[in-house]
C-alpha cells in the first residue's frame, strides 16, 4: 500500500503516515459529491450560512490543535498557524453573511417584460492544494465554492495530510452533509483521472507553474473550467522618500514570514540608487536578528522550510546566483543539524538574467535590485514572467498610487505588504496564474452566470 509520510521539517523525524486511497475508492467519492451536489444545491443561502458559521465556531475552537497540527507537518511557526486558522474563520462567516448579496439576480432592462443574469451553482470543484497554508489555501477555495451551492473535492499536499483529514472532519462538525466537502488522499498522478472524470465540472489550483500548466492541460483537454493560483517573484518598490526604519520592518518581515514560503510575499525589492546602501545596511541588520529556531517556541520569528529538497533547492539557486556575479550580504550557507533549516539570506546587486531575479525564491532569500530612478524601477519590477502582488514603500501615496497603477501585478499594495483579504479579488496574470478568488469575483468562477429573458 502506498502512503503520504508525513516528516517533522524541525527535525527530519518520521511523525505519521496516510493510506493513499486508489483510483477506484477516489473515483466513487466523487460520485458521492455529485450525488450531494445534487440535493445540496437546492438549499436556501440561510441554510448554508447557519452550517458556514458552525464551521467558523469549529475553526475557533480547534484552533490550538489544528495550528499545532499544521506546524508539525510544514514548519510554520505557532503564532502564525493560529492566525491562519483565524482568517479561516473570517472567511467561513464573510461568505456566510454575504453571499446572498454577492449572487443575487441582477436586473437587465431590455425589451424583454422581464430579463435578468441570474448566477447557479454547477457541481463538483476538484481543488489541488498546496502545503504552505495547509488550512486557509483550502478554505480560500471550499468556503465560496459550497455557498455558492457547489460540492468540493481535495487533493491536498502529501506532506499535509493530517490537515487535509481535519479539515474533512471540520465540516462533518458543522453539520455539512457526506459529500458536500471531501479529502482525496491520492497521488499526484491520480489527479488526471480525477479530472477527466465526468462529475468533476472544474478544478482550481494554487501552486507552481509547471503544476498549474499539467493540471490546466488536462482540464483544457477536456472543456473543463480552471482558476491558477500560481507562483511569484513580487516586486517591491522602495522609493527615494520612504521611511527606511518602516520600509525594512515591511521588508524583513514580509520576506521571513511563513518561513519565507509565501506566494505573494516580497521578494525582489527595487530600491532607488539614493538609498540603496542604507536601505541594505539596515535591512541586513534586521534580518541577521531575527531569530530563526523551533516553530513551537513563541519567540522564533522564522522556523525551517517545509522539506529537506525544498531546503537544497533554494541553496542551489542561492549559489547558481552568486556565479553569475550576484553579491551575497548576509546567510547563504546551511546549518548543521537535521532540521530544514536555512538561515536569512540577501543577495544584492543583481540584474536580469540572474537567477534570484527572475526565479522565484520559494524561501528566507531576499533579492535586492538598485534602480536608477522611478522609471527605471518600475521597468525592473514588471520584467518578470510573474504578476501575483506588487508594493511601492513611499512617503508620499499620491505617488505610490501612481506607481501601483504602473505595476504589472494582480495586486499593488502602497505602505503595505500585499495580503488576500475576502472583501477584495486575489489572483494573478502571466505565469501566476489566472482567474480570481474571493470576494464577488471569486465567488462568481464557479458559478453559471445565466441569463433569463421573458416575454
Same mark, same amino acid.
Given at each position: 500500500?502506498?502512503?503520504?509520510?508525513?516528516?517533522?521539517?524541525?527535525?527530519?523525524?518520521?511523525?505519521?503516515?496516510?493510506?493513499?486511497?486508489?483510483?477506484?475508492?477516489?473515483?466513487?467519492?466523487?460520485?458521492?459529491?455529485?450525488?450531494?451536489?445534487?440535493?445540496?444545491?437546492?438549499?436556501?443561502?440561510?441554510?448554508?450560512?447557519?452550517?458556514?458559521?458552525?464551521?467558523?465556531?469549529?475553526?475557533?475552537?480547534?484552533?490550538?490543535?489544528?495550528?499545532?497540527?499544521?506546524?508539525?507537518?510544514?514548519?510554520?511557526?505557532?503564532?502564525?498557524?493560529?492566525?491562519?486558522?483565524?482568517?479561516?474563520?473570517?472567511?467561513?462567516?464573510?461568505?456566510?453573511?454575504?453571499?446572498?448579496?454577492?449572487?443575487?439576480?441582477?436586473?437587465?432592462?431590455?425589451?424583454?417584460?422581464?430579463?435578468?443574469?441570474?448566477?447557479?451553482?454547477?457541481?463538483?470543484?476538484?481543488?489541488?492544494?498546496?502545503?504552505?497554508?495547509?488550512?486557509?489555501?483550502?478554505?480560500?477555495?471550499?468556503?465560496?465554492?459550497?455557498?455558492?451551492?457547489?460540492?468540493?473535492?481535495?487533493?491536498?499536499?502529501?506532506?499535509?495530510?493530517?490537515?487535509?483529514?481535519?479539515?474533512?472532519?471540520?465540516?462533518?462538525?458543522?453539520?455539512?452533509?457526506?459529500?458536500?466537502?471531501?479529502?482525496?488522499?491520492?497521488?499526484?498522478?491520480?489527479?488526471?483521472?480525477?479530472?477527466?472524470?465526468?462529475?468533476?465540472?472544474?478544478?482550481?489550483?494554487?501552486?507552481?507553474?509547471?503544476?498549474?500548466?499539467?493540471?490546466?492541460?488536462?482540464?483544457?483537454?477536456?472543456?473543463?473550467?480552471?482558476?491558477?493560483?500560481?507562483?511569484?517573484?513580487?516586486?517591491?518598490?522602495?522609493?527615494?522618500? =520612504?521611511?527606511?526604519?518602516? &520600509?525594512? @520592518?515591511? /521588508?524583513?518581515?514580509?520576506? #521571513?514570514? $511563513? !518561513?519565507? +514560503?509565501?506566494?505573494?510575499?516580497?521578494?525582489?525589492?527595487?530600491?532607488?540608487?539614493?538609498?540603496?546602501?542604507?536601505?541594505?545596511?539596515?535591512?541586513?541588520?534586521?534580518?541577521?536578528?531575527?531569530?530563526?529556531?523551533?516553530?513551537?517556541?513563541?519567540?522564533?520569528?522564522?522556523?525551517?522550510?517545509?522539506?529537506?529538497?525544498?531546503?537544497?533547492?533554494?541553496?542551489?539557486?542561492?549559489?547558481?546566483?552568486?556565479?553569475?556575479?550576484?553579491?551575497?550580504?548576509?546567510?547563504?550557507?546551511?546549518?548543521?543539524?537535521?532540521?530544514?533549516?536555512?538561515?536569512?539570506?540577501?543577495?544584492?546587486?543583481?540584474?536580469?538574467?540572474?537567477?534570484?531575479?527572475?526565479?522565484?525564491?520559494?524561501?528566507?532569500? =531576499?533579492?535586492?535590485?538598485? &534602480?536608477? @530612478?522611478? /522609471?527605471?524601477?518600475?521597468? #525592473?519590477? $514588471? !520584467?518578470? +514572467?510573474?504578476?501575483?502582488?506588487?508594493?511601492?514603500?513611499?512617503?508620499?501615496?499620491?505617488?505610490?498610487?501612481?506607481?501601483?497603477?504602473?505595476?504589472?501585478?494582480?495586486?499593488?499594495?502602497?505602505?503595505?505588504?500585499?495580503?488576500?483579504?475576502?472583501?477584495?479579488?486575489?489572483?494573478?496574470?502571466?505565469?501566476?496564474?489566472?482567474?480570481?478568488?474571493?470576494?464577488?469575483?471569486?465567488?462568481?468562477?464557479?458559478?453559471?452566470?445565466?441569463?433569463?429573458?421573458?416575454?
Amino acid at each position: 500500500m502506498d502512503y503520504a509520510e508525513i516528516i517533522d521539517p524541525a527535525t527530519g523525524e518520521k511523525v505519521a503516515q496516510y493510506a493513499r486511497i486508489s483510483d477506484e475508492t477516489a473515483l466513487e467519492k466523487v460520485r458521492q459529491a455529485n450525488s450531494a451536489f445534487k440535493l445540496w444545491k437546492e438549499n436556501s443561502y440561510e441554510e448554508r450560512a447557519a452550517m458556514m458559521h458552525k464551521l467558523a465556531e469549529v475553526m475557533e475552537e480547534k484552533k490550538e490543535d489544528y495550528a499545532q497540527l499544521a506546524t508539525l507537518e510544514m514548519g510554520k511557526t505557532i503564532g502564525q498557524a493560529r492566525k491562519e486558522l483565524e482568517k479561516c474563520a473570517l472567511i467561513c462567516r464573510y461568505y456566510a453573511d454575504n453571499t446572498k448579496k454577492l449572487l443575487a439576480n441582477e436586473k437587465v432592462e431590455t425589451e424583454a417584460a422581464k430579463s435578468y443574469v441570474t448566477f447557479q451553482s454547477i457541481g463538483v470543484i476538484l481543488a489541488v492544494m498546496p502545503w504552505n497554508f495547509p488550512f486557509y489555501q483550502v478554505i480560500r477555495f471550499a468556503v465560496p465554492a459550497i455557498m455558492a451551492g457547489n460540492t468540493g473535492v481535495l487533493k491536498h499536499a502529501s506532506n499535509v495530510q493530517g490537515c487535509a483529514g481535519a479539515l474533512e472532519n471540520a465540516f462533518t462538525q458543522a453539520g455539512f452533509p457526506k459529500g458536500i466537502f471531501t479529502n482525496l488522499n491520492i497521488g499526484s498522478k491520480q489527479v488526471k483521472k480525477i479530472i477527466e472524470d465526468e462529475n468533476i465540472v472544474a478544478v482550481t489550483l494554487t501552486g507552481s507553474d509547471p503544476a498549474g500548466r499539467s493540471v490546466a492541460s488536462i482540464a483544457g483537454q477536456n472543456l473543463k473550467k480552471t482558476v491558477m493560483e500560481l507562483g511569484g517573484s513580487d516586486a517591491y518598490i522602495i522609493l527615494d522618500d =520612504a521611511d527606511l526604519e518602516r &520600509a525594512t @520592518d515591511l /521588508a524583513t518581515y514580509g520576506r #521571513l514570514q $511563513n !518561513n519565507g +514560503q509565501t506566494c505573494i510575499a516580497a521578494k525582489r525589492f527595487i530600491v532607488l540608487d539614493a538609498i540603496y546602501d542604507d536601505f541594505l545596511d539596515r535591512f541586513s541588520e534586521k534580518m541577521k536578528k531575527a531569530k530563526m529556531g523551533k516553530p513551537t517556541d513563541e519567540d522564533t520569528y522564522y522556523g525551517p522550510m517545509a522539506r529537506h529538497d525544498l531546503r537544497d533547492e533554494i541553496h542551489e539557486q542561492v549559489q547558481k546566483t552568486i556565479s553569475q556575479g550576484g553579491r551575497l550580504v548576509l546567510g547563504g550557507n546551511i546549518p548543521e543539524g537535521n532540521g530544514a533549516y536555512y538561515p536569512a539570506t540577501i543577495l544584492a546587486d543583481l540584474k536580469p538574467g540572474m537567477e534570484a531575479f527572475d526565479v522565484e525564491l520559494f524561501g528566507p532569500v =531576499a533579492s535586492v535590485i538598485k &534602480a536608477k @530612478d522611478e /522609471a527605471h524601477a518600475i521597468e #525592473l519590477a $514588471n !520584467n518578470s +514572467q510573474y504578476g501575483l502582488g506588487s508594493g511601492v514603500i513611499t512617503g508620499n501615496t499620491e505617488r505610490g498610487e501612481k506607481v501601483a497603477l504602473q505595476l504589472e501585478a494582480g495586486s499593488s499594495f502602497v505602505n503595505k505588504l500585499v495580503v488576500s483579504d475576502p472583501r477584495l479579488p486575489f489572483g494573478g496574470i502571466k505565469n501566476s496564474g489566472y482567474g480570481r478568488e474571493l470576494s464577488g469575483y471569486g465567488i462568481r468562477e464557479f458559478v453559471n452566470t445565466k441569463s433569463v429573458w421573458i416575454d
